[in-house]
């Protein structure tokens, strides 16, 4: 659970230090005074979109840090070699002109690694999941999300994978006979081409070098021949010079052992002279230049540099593409053959993607069933008695029968009214309706989230009075088992908390400053005071704050015995 959290420089919010405790806790303030900022500050150290405009006028930076239990993150925690002991602390730092770092016990972490540890830790709701509610394309996810159905589904967009690689295979061998003929003489006339070329992988770089080397044959052959002439040519050359003085060397130092490495040295350079002079022979007498040989070479290394202009290709990729055209030819060839052949596993394919698609409806029509009952069941709860829930299941209307999601296109309707008929969600419910609606299914579907915080920004939207008190029950209710946050401006909700914070703002030197504090059995009641009469607190509104909270109370109490806690 979220244990403690820190703002600094967040908007309206100069510096504010928050320690939440188990069970549910409620925000309350007057509109304005930072109770969404609050919120906003959690989904920012949770890896949400950030901007420069969230840091406070005249601050470098914002700074948002959120001390949570690490229990259930242990798994994420090795995978991204982060070590924490009991707590797990996360930062978010915004910076003036909009950039921002994330940490998660001082580790630098990205703002989606941030992301994929807050979908372990907490479950927003925000003011638009009851507009999500209405899309319906979302209402196939929620069931699935509810039944667990993972397995069904993963079996059957195994089978809808190996269906689509079939069918895209079989889309690309099949096409008319005009085309079929146009592309087989283009490749045919490429293959022969190419072929016809002998290309060796590495033979453009030996011709020019070699073209090069002949190029250059009458300075190099000049060249070599005056450098064999000074080595070895004539009476007086290099290595006659050098013998003589490695022998005159030698007999000096035969007389003093001083000269023993001079006379080596020259004995050295007399051998290594006529080695060089044996390899200048045999170089140029392994040169064979003829003007034949130059114009093959040219000519082979237009037709190169032809090629790789044509197709765009170095020597090696042109090999690989003399292959890959012979294949494309060979299927255009064998086509009808292999078209059949894949027409009957594409009807393979087919029966088993119903088959799975069967099984995945069959286990979504019964987790329906269940998620119908559940629903129901808590808009009773909610002050919706006459409430009736349903899950539309209607037949893809394709020649398959189905598609990437399945066989079943999935829609939620709902009567909230005895006597009407079932009818689409967006259409029927009202805004304090839908409220309630998605805090029953958030309920529901929490059961099966191993996340321990949940946080619903505004959940009384429309509505008051005992639907408000039913609302505020439930999410007592609900933190019974996972921590609870609630943003409210219902004294009905406010009342069931087990920890109230009042946000305030107030003016000082121009500037407006938000606070949140924890409130006291006195401070509860002069808060839920203002929030059912404004400004105008009396010793009568007070008392029946009080009243308000001791039923609170009561009722906690009789829930918690009727439930064996």
């Not at 959290?5 to 549910?24: C, M, P, Q, T, Y």
């Not at 290099?238 to 003085?245: F, K, R």
């Not at 064979?288 to 040219?298: I, K």
Request: proline residues 1%; glycine residues 8%.
């Amino acid at each position: 659970m979220l244990n403690e959290l820190h703002i600094e420089n967040i908007a309206v919010i100069e510096k504010a230090d928050i320690r939440f405790g188990s069970g549910f806790n409620v925000l309350t303030g007057e509109t304005g005074a930072g109770k969404s900022i609050v919120i906003d500050s959690i989904g920012a150290v949770l890896g949400g979109r950030v901007s420069r405009e969230l840091v406070r006028r005249g601050a470098d930076k914002g700074t948002v840090t959120a001390v949570f239990d690490q229990a259930g993150c242990e798994a994420w925690l090795a995978e991204n070699e982060i070590e924490a002991e009991d707590e797990l602390i996360l930062q978010r730092r915004i910076s003036a002109d909009g950039k921002s770092s994330c940490r998660v016990c001082g580790m630098p972490v990205t703002a989606a690694q941030m992301k994929e540890l807050a979908l372990l830790l907490v479950d927003i709701h925000g003011q638009n999941d009851g507009r999500q509610l209405m899309d319906e394309t979302r209402h196939r996810a929620y069931l699935d999300r509810f039944g667990c159905l993972e397995g069904d589904i993963a079996a059957f967009d195994q089978a809808y994978s190996a269906y689509r690689s079939v069918k895209k295979e079989l889309d690309r061998l099949q096409m008319d006979e005009v085309e079929k003929e146009r592309l087989s003489d283009s490749l045919k006339y490429q293959i022969e081409e190419l072929e016809r070329a002998q290309l060796k992988a590495g033979e453009y770089d030996g011709l020019v070098d070699r073209r090069d080397l002949l190029r250059n044959s009458e300075k190099l052959t000049e060249a070599i021949d005056q450098a064999i002439a000074s080595l070895s040519g004539g009476d007086e050359n290099a290595i006659s010079l050098a013998q003589n003085a490695a022998y005159y060397t030698g007999k000096a130092a035969a007389l003093s052992a001083e000269l023993e490495r001079a006379a080596e040295g020259i004995n050295a350079a007399a051998f290594a002279l006529a080695d060089a002079s044996e390899l200048l022979r045999d170089f140029r007498e392994s040169l064979d230049f003829s003007p034949e040989e130059y114009d093959q070479l040219e000519t082979r290394i237009s037709l190169l540099n032809k090629l790789e202009r044509k197709y765009g290709r170095d020597e090696e990729a042109l090999i690989d593409y003399l292959q890959e055209c012979r294949n494309k030819l060979d299927d255009i060839q064998y086509a009808d053959e292999r078209s059949a052949k894949l027409e009957r596993q594409l009807q393979e394919q087919i029966r088993l993607c119903r088959k799975a698609a069967q099984k995945l409806s069959a286990s979504r029509r019964e987790a329906a069933k269940r998620l119908e009952e559940r629903i129901v069941s808590q808009l009773r709860e909610l002050s919706m008695p006459s409430v009736r829930f349903a899950v539309e299941f209607t037949p893809m209307d394709n020649d398959l029968g189905f598609d990437a999601t399945g066989a079943d296109k999935i829609r939620f309707v709902m009567s909230a009214n005895a006597g009407e008929e079932l009818g689409r969600i967006s259409r029927i419910a009202s805004g304090g309706e839908l409220s309630r609606i998605m805090l029953a299914m958030k309920n529901v579907f929490a059961e099966n989230d191993p996340v321990s915080t949940m946080i619903f920004d505004e959940i009384d939207t429309g509505v008051s009075g005992i639907a408000a008190q039913r609302v505020g029950e439930k999410l007592f209710s609900v933190s019974l088992g996972k921590q609870v946050m609630c943003v409210t401006h219902l004294p009905q909700i406010a009342a069931m908390a087990d920890n109230h914070y009042l946000i305030s703002k107030e003016e000082r030197s121009g500037r407006t400053y938000t606070q949140v504090l924890k409130l006291d059995q006195e401070g509860r009641e002069r808060e839920l005071a203002r929030l059912h009469g404004g400004d105008n607190i009396t010793a009568l509104t007070l008392a029946s704050a009080g009243e308000q909270l001791s039923a609170a109370d009561a009722y906690k109490k009789h829930y918690l015995t009727s439930h064996g806690r």
